[in-house]
Each structure stands twice: as structure tokens, then as C-alpha cells.
T-cell receptor
Framework: GIQVEQSPPDLILQEGANSTLRCNFSDSVNNLQWFHQNPWGQLINLFYIPSGTKQNGRLSATTVATERYSLLYISSSQTTDSGVYFCAVERAYKYIFGTGTRLKVLA | NAGVTQTPKFQVLKTGQSMTLQCAQDMNHNSMYWYRQDPGMGLRLIYYSASEGTTDKGEVPNGYNVSRLNKREFSLRLESAAPSQTSVYFC??????WGTGELFFGEGSRLTVL
């Protein structure tokens, strides 16, 4: 089956710093999403981005489907950005998740 | 608009007991999913229903059964619970049939098997 790898696995930032999270996938996909799992366990939709670039406030995402990767940019990080960031790819009627990037933002 | 609703939110079982996790969505979505998340890990797909009337195995189906009761509801059953099934279970749905469209999650059900 398709493999989804995220890097880095862990990231610690000072408040105000910028970061880039990466998602690589091993085969062509139909859709790709980024999620934030907050410290309470809720999964929050960030981007639905099968290709191209989208921005939402301090967050933006780019997917280059032909090269099989996606990037999530977080600018001017805040403590509320802490949690785990997952990418998920859709292929053959189902979404498969990466193992996540655990982000901690220090005040 | 509740989105995806899961019940119960917490459950403790003894080994060998059975239970059913319920999931309902009010977004008129066609596809529904059950995932499990173990501590420090990502989400693994248990079963999915790509359209009303169909169900298929995901990555980790052993020990589970599912029923797509109607377009709104998708239940997950543990027939004989084992400690290895201690996990947080998430239900999700997407608008398109056959997996297309944005995925939306419920708040999760935390299951402990003693």
C-alpha cells in the first residue's frame, strides 16, 4: 500500500518562530489533507489541498503532486499551535495517514 | 449542525465483552470511516464504507465488524474485546462517494479493555 512519511517527527519552537513540515507519499494520490490534533485530541481540518498552494492566516500549504510531497508552513508560531500535525492522502477510496509531526511552541 | 457524532465518548470493558461504537453524520455525506489511534501514533484505518450499502476492510480490520445502517450511520462492533483494542476510535465522513472529498472527524471514543 501507499506509504506516507512526515518530517520532522518532533519540533520545538520558540513563540514567534517559523517552521516547515513535510509530507512525502510513495504513489500518486487523488486528495491530500492537513490536520491539527490539539492537546485535547480533537482533529481540526487545516487544508484540503490535492495540488497547488493555499493560505489561511499564519498557515499555508503547498502540494506538488507530481513530485509526491506536500509542505505545511507555520509562521509566527503561537503556543496554541502546539499539538500534532497529520497529513492524510486519499487513494483507492480511502484516506491513509502519516505518523505526524509533534510540535511544541514555547512561550 | 453537529457534523459527525460518536457515542459513547468513554467506555471501559473487560476482556471478552462486546460493544458497539455508534457514529452518525448529518452532512449528507456518502463515505464513512472508522480509525483507531494508539498513544503517540497516527491514525490507522479499520473499516470504511465508500457508499451506502458497501463496506470494506482497511489496514487493521481484525477483531472488528461494521455496519452501514443507512446513509447517516456507520457502527463499529467489537465482538470479543481484547486489551490490544484499547485505543481512541475516530469516525469520519466525506462528501463524495468512493472516498472523494474533504474528510471530517468526530471527537473520538476512548476505549479501555482490561
Amino acid at each position: 500500500g501507499i506509504q506516507v512519511e512526515q518530517s520532522p517527527p518532533d519540533l520545538i519552537l520558540q513563540e514567534g518562530a517559523n517552521s516547515t513540515l513535510r509530507c512525502n507519499f510513495s504513489d500518486s494520490v487523488n486528495n491530500l489533507q492537513w490536520f491539527h490534533q490539539n492537546p485535547w485530541g480533537q482533529l481540526i481540518n487545516l487544508f484540503y489541498i490535492p495540488s497547488g498552494t493555499k493560505q489561511n492566516g499564519r498557515l499555508s500549504a503547498t502540494t506538488v503532486a507530481t513530485e509526491r510531497y506536500s509542505l505545511l508552513y507555520i509562521s509566527s508560531s503561537q503556543t496554541t499551535d502546539s499539538g500534532v500535525y497529520f497529513c492524510a492522502v486519499e487513494r483507492a477510496y480511502k484516506y491513509i495517514f502519516g505518523t505526524g509531526t509533534r510540535l511544541k511552541v514555547l512561550a | 449542525n453537529a457534523g459527525v457524532t460518536q457515542t459513547p465518548k468513554f467506555q471501559v470493558l473487560k476482556t471478552g465483552q462486546s460493544m458497539t461504537l455508534q457514529c452518525a453524520q448529518d452532512m449528507n455525506h456518502n463515505s464513512m470511516y472508522w480509525y483507531r489511534q494508539d498513544p503517540g501514533m497516527g491514525l490507522r484505518l479499520i473499516y470504511y464504507s465508500a457508499s451506502e450499502g458497501t463496506t470494506d476492510k482497511g489496514e487493521v480490520p481484525n477483531g472488528y465488524n461494521v455496519s452501514r445502517l443507512n446513509k447517516r450511520e456507520f457502527s463499529l462492533r467489537l465482538e470479543s474485546a481484547a486489551p490490544s483494542q484499547t485505543s481512541v476510535y475516530f469516525c469520519a465522513s466525506s462528501a463524495g462517494a468512493w472516498g472523494t472529498g474533504e474528510l471530517f472527524f468526530g471527537e473520538g471514543s476512548r476505549l479501555t479493555v482490561l
